[in-house]
C-alpha cells in the first residue's frame, strides 16, 4: 500500500495565510515608534534587505509588534549562552526597524534580545533588552556593507509614526 503525500493533495494558500496574519498583526499587536536615537540611510528598503540580508538578517514581522509606520524589520538570530538575573538563555537576536523620513530616507533603529519563539514570556517582559548593542550591531553590519549613515536623535512624542 502506497502512503498519501498530504503535500501532493492540499495546496495551502501561503502568502495568503502570511498576508492576513501580518494584517492581524497590525489590528492587535500595535505599539508606537520610540523616540531615540536612529541611524539614517538613503537607500531603499529593497537594497537594505538584500544588503543585511547578506549577514544573515531575515524578514520578521510576524514574531513582532507593529510599530506604526514602520516598513523594513529584520532580525538576525544568533546562538551565545548567556545568564540574565540567574537564568541561562541560549538563542538571542539583533532587531532591526526602519521607517521612511520626510526626505525619503530610511530611519533605522537596533537592539539585541531575547529571540522570541524560543523565550516568549520573557522576550515579552525584555528580559536582557540592550539597546546599545543593537544600535553597535546594526553599525557594524552598515560599515561592513559600505552603507553611509548619518546618526539622528528623532523625537515621537505626539507622533502617530
Do not use: C
Not at 68 to 84: D, F, H, M, Q, S
Amino acid at each position: 500500500m502506497t502512503g498519501i503525500n498530504l503535500w501532493d493533495v492540499v495546496n495551502v494558500p501561503f502568502d495568503a495565510v502570511r498576508n492576513a496574519y501580518r494584517q492581524l498583526r497590525k489590528a492587535l499587536f500595535t505599539a508606537s515608534r520610540p523616540s531615540g536615537e536612529y541611524l539614517v540611510v538613503d537607500r531603499s528598503v529593497a537594497e537594505l534587505e538584500r544588503e543585511l540580508g547578506a549577514f544573515s538578517f531575515a524578514p520578521n514581522w510576524e514574531f513582532s509588534y507593529y510599530e506604526r509606520g514602520e516598513v523594513l524589520n529584520l532580525a538576525r538570530v544568533v546562538y551565545e549562552e548567556r545568564t540574565v538575573d540567574g537564568t541561562s538563555y541560549r538563542w538571542w537576536q539583533t532587531h532591526l526597524r526602519g521607517w521612511r523620513g520626510e526626505d525619503g530616507r530610511i530611519e533605522l533603529h537596533g537592539h539585541w534580545e531575547l529571540e522570541p519563539t524560543e523565550n516568549g514570556n520573557d522576550h515579552i517582559d525584555g528580559v536582557g533588552f540592550d539597546f546599545d548593542r543593537g544600535m553597535a550591531t546594526l553599525r557594524s553590519f552598515l560599515d561592513e556593507a559600505g552603507i553611509e549613515y548619518e546618526a539622528a536623535t528623532i523625537d515621537t512624542e505626539g507622533s502617530e509614526g
